[in-house]
């Protein structure tokens, strides 16, 4: 004999079609946000604002701190001139 009357779901039957509606939404937002990020992201050759990190220069540093005030501009002054006075020798050999 059929249960004509009978078609309720039990209560694991309303936890199960709820999470079932929870991951299946997940899902669908997943892959939009996915696709959109996907569809707006700039070639790889069309960045050509992305320049490489250079470390700065021995004088930008020394330049740094002067205008940190960690150095006076005598002491300034004589490490630059051991620098350039370094980079000339250097250049020479």
């Known amino acids: 004999m059929?249960?004509?009357?009978?078609?309720?779901?039990?209560?694991?039957?309303w936890y199960g079609a709820g999470l079932g509606m929870i991951l299946f939404w997940g899902l669908?937002?997943?892959?939009?946000v996915l696709l959109f990020r996907a569809l707006n992201r700039p070639a790889s050759g069309d960045r050509?604002?992305?320049?490489?990190?250079?470390p700065p220069s021995a004088e930008q540093l020394l330049a740094e701190?002067?205008?940190?005030?960690?150095?006076?501009?005598e002491e300034?002054?004589?490490?630059?001139?051991?620098?350039?006075?370094?980079?000339?020798?250097?250049?020479?050999?």
């Not at 002067?66 to 150095?71: L, Q, Y």
């Not at 490490?79 to 020479?92: G, N, P, Q, Y």
């Open 65 to 73: 701190r002067f205008a940190r005030g960690e150095i006076d501009e």
């Open 48 to 54: 050509h604002d992305a320049t490489p990190w250079t």
């Open 28 to 32: 669908i937002i997943t892959v939009f």
């Open 2 to 13: 059929m249960f004509w009357y009978d078609h309720t779901m039990s209560g694991w039957g």
């Open 76 to 93: 300034y002054q004589r490490r630059l001139r051991v620098l350039h006075s370094t980079s000339a020798d250097l250049t020479k050999h």
